[in-house]
């Protein structure tokens, strides 16, 4: 079975640039989360995507969104970009409707922002 | 609000045991898990805690204390491949908490 996938795996954007980046989930997994990875803050929770509805976001602006298709592939948008948004953006896929216990998330490798 | 801490780094020697503490204040608590993460690479899960107690898997085992809102890592027989960032993470209610990680780095 084919791992989390994301494309691209590495990007370099200037500042005001806006960026799309893309992950497809292992297969009949339908929940899709986003985290920015960064030496400072360590894993932070963007958004989860389940069934083509965000279910749950964290404490980011507005300029990072996201959205889901049938499918069940992701996409994450960041508009206007900031220095500070230089990071490993990461997504996890998990399989259950629960949102509680055991649901464990498998990560793919991770998309390498650098805002010039 | 919601907090996780954990060492930011740690050293070990091959073949020696290593315990990796994470403590947890977050506002639900639906189970912790530990992620290993390999420079450049995607966090891979190691295991889960949702009951007191100690989980063991081969060489990792991992323990949880809700009450004390109290987890750790320990490895065992450590290898130079366990060189690694060790991530504690907690499903508040809804979503998945990080903390900020341990390296760990083994010497031979």
């Known amino acids: 079975k084919a791992g989390v996938t994301q494309t691209p795996r590495y990007l370099i954007k200037t500042r005001g640039q806006q960026v799309t980046l893309s992950c497809s989930p292992i297969s009949g997994h339908r929940s899709v989360s986003w985290y920015q990875q960064t030496p400072g803050q360590g894993l932070q929770f963007l958004f989860e995507?389940?069934?083509?509805?965000?279910?749950n976001k964290g404490n980011f602006p507005g300029r990072f969104s996201g959205r889901q298709f049938s499918n069940s592939r992701s996409e994450m948008n960041v508009s206007t970009l900031e220095l500070g948004d230089s990071a490993l953006y990461l997504c996890?896929?998990?399989?259950?409707?629960?949102?509680?216990?055991?649901?464990?998330?498998?990560f793919g490798p991770g998309t390498r922002l650098t805002v010039l | 609000g919601q907090n996780i801490d954990q060492p930011t780094e740690m050293t070990a020697t091959e073949g020696a045991i290593v315990q990796i503490n994470c403590t947890y204040q977050t506002s639900g608590f639906n189970g912790l898990f530990w992620y290993q993460q390999h420079a450049g690479e995607a966090p891979t899960f190691l295991s889960y805690n949702v009951l007191d107690g100690l989980e063991e898997k081969g060489r990792f085992s991992s323990f949880l204390s809700r009450s004390k809102g109290y987890s750790y890592l320990l490895l065992k027989e450590l290898q130079m491949k366990d060189s690694a960032s060790y991530l504690c993470?907690?499903?508040?209610?809804?979503?998945?908490?990080f903390g900020t990680g341990t390296r760990l780095q083994v010497f031979p």
């Open positions: 993470a907690v499903w508040d209610t809804d979503k998945l908490i």
């Open positions: 996890a896929s998990s399989v259950t409707l629960d949102r509680g216990v055991g649901n464990e998330q498998f």
């Open positions: 995507y389940f069934s083509e509805t965000q279910r």
